[in-house]
């Protein structure tokens, strides 16, 4: 589509998308600038030899971006692509970043004997490894052709020892009806055939029951799979899968894409919470303190590995026998100690030539250890700052209505919460926190914000009922249109926004504050909600609120508020649901300049906290034209919600 799309720039009509008719052929791929890296900075390199997969899992997104019809490289390509790795200096782990290696086995079979002789003829400098479907355990010429090729690793999508998970999400490859242990025997066959198999596994499929914890955590176990990944079901969207949940109406937001957080953007059929702790407990179990079950799961592999090609050996330089010595240091004499030392020991006793591939999964127990407590923790940290926000709002809705005394005493619990998450926080490596949501800086702001607000809660509940009655008037919107306000096109004519105030209509101060720092993110002056009161108290406006009825009440505020701001928020529920718009421009245009009416953005902010985030990332792109930006401040803003 390139070349039309410049045709088009140049002939003036370049159009904003450009689709092709089929996906295109990757065998003009140009051998990627591997010569730019820094190859220090990598534990392996990445080629790829073919994209898409003839399945069609309904979680997955790899069929609707690459097609159910893999395409694959030359022979020619992926020599040449190899040739350029070993002449930059690589050697060791050489990742194929394939969906599925053997999407096209005749392809793969082809390529395989090439590379195996072009391993061969250089001793084996490269260690191979992919991902591929379990259907490879079937295939002993693919199998054999592989571990000639130099391959020592297999991801497979294992997902589940549940077949009726299984077939609910349309895996049905993972299941044989005349072998009830399939899935262990496939894992079994490929480790004997000298294959590591490593697997992805996920919890919250729609057919799973409590039973699936523990189901999960044997399977692993028993199979010999170290390195095992368990997560979440996501429905990330394009998928099967989000559209049926879209269409059964338990789909509950968009996927974060971050595949460390413990969260779930779709209602599950078991209970959210048993679900989530039950995962955790999973994580726990498999990587716990004393990697007792991690070393069993080493062992239990070494013992069923096969043996490895001849001629294929691996190399122990200096690199190496540091890290050696750091991994003593470190997990010799801790918790890990007895379980870490009974493996080493036990494999130089008994497969001693697997002792090099002991001390790396050695090494990379540490690390998925020290990343499993990461995760909990952050996800310890996430709910406690829920919890703690909620409860000091609560607090702060109590303090309005009484005195001083409570006052001091919601700001010392403010302190003292905030005290306690940011020790939460601290504990955090600094990866993990960046992308974290709720962040820092927006869990701070929202629990001062709620103390700050405390000296006019008062004022605030009665303008937001006072409010609310005024817009359930249904005389609202011709009140408003007397008063010179239309319907403007979106942005255009003076509509944009510089200043803006969000209408305190909520009784929701978590939506009101969340909206409030959405539109700051999005770079637009906001008055916050308690200065809009304190403004309103100080010039004596607020008797409007006592005093008038419905349209006058209202336009008694916007009076006041457009002194200070020339937009204000209104976020609506039902009373925008007889438009099909999700943001509504109400420009003031024929208003007396000296009332300085503001201009009104009706937002949708309905119940389902998909229908707010679609209407605000719509307000987003409306005030920044950046996608990309609205969704990432409403998922910061809008993370305490
Ligand atoms: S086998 Fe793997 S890559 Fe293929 S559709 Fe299923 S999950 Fe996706």
């Not at 069609?56 to 040449?80: H, W, Y």
């Not at 250890?369 to 990461?374: A, C, D, G, V």
């Amino acid at each position: 589509t390139f070349p039309r799309f410049l045709a088009d720039w140049e002939a003036g009509r370049a159009e904003r998308v450009y689709r092709p008719a089929a996906k295109p052929a990757i065998t003009r791929t140009p051998v990627p600038r591997f010569d730019l890296l820094d190859l220090g900075a990598y534990s392996s390199m990445a080629l790829q030899f073919s994209r898409g997969c003839p399945f069609d899992c309904e979680f997955c997104d790899i069929t609707k971006l690459f097609g159910r019809v893999p395409r694959t490289k030359s022979n020619a390509q992926m020599i040449a692509e190899l040739d350029r790795l070993h002449e930059i200096g690589w050697r060791g782990p050489v990742f194929l970043v394939d969906d599925n290696f053997i999407g096209n086995k005749r392809e793969a079979l082809r390529l395989l004997p090439e590379i195996a002789a072009w391993q061969r003829a250089r001793r084996y400098p490269f260690e191979l490894f992919t991902e591929a479907s379990v259907n490879l355990a079937k295939l002993e010429p693919l199998m054999d052709a592989m571990v000639e090729a130099g391959f020592a690793m297999v991801f497979l999508g294992i997902e589940s020892p549940n077949p009726e998970a299984l077939k609910r999400t349309k895996k049905t490859q993972n299941i044989d009806k005349g072998d009830d242990h399939y899935l262990l025997h496939a894992v079994r066959t490929l480790q004997r055939k000298g294959l590591e198999v490593s697997g992805g596994f996920i919890l919250g499929l729609d057919g799973d029951g409590p039973e699936v914890f523990d189901a999960q955590v044997e399977f692993i176990q028993e199979a010999g799979i170290p390195r095992a990944m368990v997560g979440l079901l996501t429905a990330l969207r394009g998928t099967d899968l989000y559209d049926r949940l879209e269409a059964e109406g338990r789909l509950l937001g968009e996927s974060s894409g971050n595949n460390v957080e413990i969260a779930l953007n779709f209602r599950p059929q078991l209970d959210s919470r048993v679900l989530i702790d039950g995962y955790r407990r999973v994580l726990a179990s498999l990587y716990d303190p004393g990697l007792r079950s991690y070393f069993a799961r080493c062992w239990t592999l070494l013992s069923s590995l096969g043996p490895r090609v001849s001629g294929q050996r691996r190399r122990f330089g200096t690199d190496d026998l540091l890290t050696v010595l750091r991994s003593v240091r470190r997990q010799l004499f801790s918790r890990q100690g007895p379980a870490y030392a009974g493996f080493l020991l036990r494999t130089l006793l008994r497969r001693p030539r697997r002792f090099p591939q002991a001390m790396t999964l050695a090494v990379m127990g540490l690390h998925f250890q020290k990343l499993t407590l990461q995760i909990l923790a952050a996800h310890d940290f996430r709910e406690a700052a829920r919890e703690g926000y909620e409860r000091v709002e609560r607090e702060a809705a109590a303090a309005a209505m009484s005195g001083a005394a409570l006052q001091t005493a919601l700001r010392r619990h403010a302190d003292e919460t905030l005290r306690r998450l940011r020790q939460l926080y601290r504990r955090l490596r600094p990866e993990l926190r960046q992308g974290l949501l709720p962040d820092w800086s927006t869990l701070e702001e929202a629990i001062r914000a709620c103390v700050r607000e405390v000296p006019v809660g008062q004022l605030l509940q009665r303008c937001g009922l006072r409010l609310r009655e005024c817009f359930a008037a249904s005389s609202w919107r011709s009140a408003l249109a007397a008063q010179g306000y239309a319907l403007a096109r979106r942005w255009q004519d003076d509509a944009v926004p510089r200043t803006l105030a969000v209408a305190p209509l909520s009784e929701q101060g978590k939506l009101r504050r969340s909206l409030e720092r959405y539109l700051r993110e999005l770079g637009v002056q906001v008055t916050a909600a308690g200065e809009q009161m304190a403004q309103l108290t100080q010039e004596g406006l607020h008797r409007w609120l006592d005093e008038s009825g419905a349209p006058d009440g209202l336009l008694g505020y916007l009076r006041a508020v457009g002194r200070r701001v020339d937009t204000v928020v209104v976020p609506l529920g039902a009373e925008l649901a007889a438009s099909e718009e999700r943001v509504q421009v109400l420009a003031a245009r024929q208003a007396d300049e000296a009332t300085r009416m503001p201009h009104l953005v009706c937002v949708r902010c309905e119940a389902s906290p998909r229908q707010l985030r679609e209407s605000l990332i719509e307000l987003g792109i409306a005030l920044t034209g950046d996608a990309g930006r609205a969704a990432v401040a409403f998922d910061r803003a809008f993370a305490l919600i």
